[in-house]
């Protein structure tokens, strides 16, 4: 896997072209799709390769209860944003999806990081990385929690940490797509604006209008209604 993933600034999601399976592209699964890994999920590719296939991470999968990286540097910088979370519930702002997230069904064990650099005003990510925990560069990742901790909140990096990543052989996401188990979100990157909210899922659909406007509000088991 690639440590560092270069995003177009200029993606083209739907509007009538071939689907883009490129790194930086977001998938939304389809309201029936039944997976138990993958339902009502948001995705965001990170890397394509013809022979290796294609990853990514879930971008709005909580881990199960008390499931935390094991790093110090990282647990004390989950700690000190969850506590200004909870400042922020009390004064009854909106609480969202946690920093910890579930990334996928591979490699569950091992905890990763996703540093998004997004640029509102040229509405394109200057960077994007993927790090892997416990793979050397320890120190790197030390001054990447400080500077996060300690800079000015306009000059912060979004920081996501993930357990485990999701992963397709080659042809199989192409595949998926075809089968309609996945939607190509159309949105360019105003997601990213939606990242911590629980119902990201709704959210990015109703933005797309149209029939998946609709679809988001299907229910989860149409069978039961």
């Avoid at 999920?41 to 990853?55: F, I, Y």
């Avoid at 030390?142 to 940490?161: E, G, I, S, V, W």
């Avoid at 190509?184 to 119902?199: E, K, P, T």
């Amino acid at each position: 896997m690639p440590n560092r993933i270069n995003v177009p600034s200029d993606p083209i999601y739907g509007q009538g072209k071939p689907a883009d399976l490129s790194p930086g592209t977001i998938l939304i699964a389809d309201p029936f799709l039944n997976d138990p890994n993958f339902e009502r999920t948001v995705l965001l590719l990170l890397h394509a390769d013809a022979e290796e296939g294609h990853m990514g991470l879930v971008l709005n999968k909580e881990t199960p209860e008390g499931m935390l990286p094991h790093h110090d540097a990282v647990a004390d910088f989950l700690a000190s944003r969850t506590a200004n979370a909870l400042l922020k519930a009390e004064q009854e702002m909106p609480q969202g999806l946690p920093l910890w997230r579930s990334g996928g069904p591979v490699e569950t064990e091992e905890w990763f990081i996703l540093k998004l650099c997004y640029e509102p005003h040229d509405h394109a990510f200057s960077e994007i990385n993927f790090i892997q925990l416990g793979e050397g560069d320890e120190e790197g990742i030390d001054d990447l929690l400080r500077h996060n901790t300690l800079a000015d909140p306009k000059d912060q990096d979004l920081l996501l940490f993930f357990a485990g990543y999701a992963g397709w052989t080659p042809g199989q996401l192409e595949s998926e797509l075809q089968s309609k188990s996945w939607i190509l979100y159309s949105g360019g990157f105003d997601w990213v604006n939606h990242i911590h909210q629980a119902d990201l899922w709704s959210i990015l659909l109703k933005s797309m209008g149209g029939e998946h406007s609709m679809m988001a509000s299907f229910p989860r088991h149409p069978i039961l209604n």
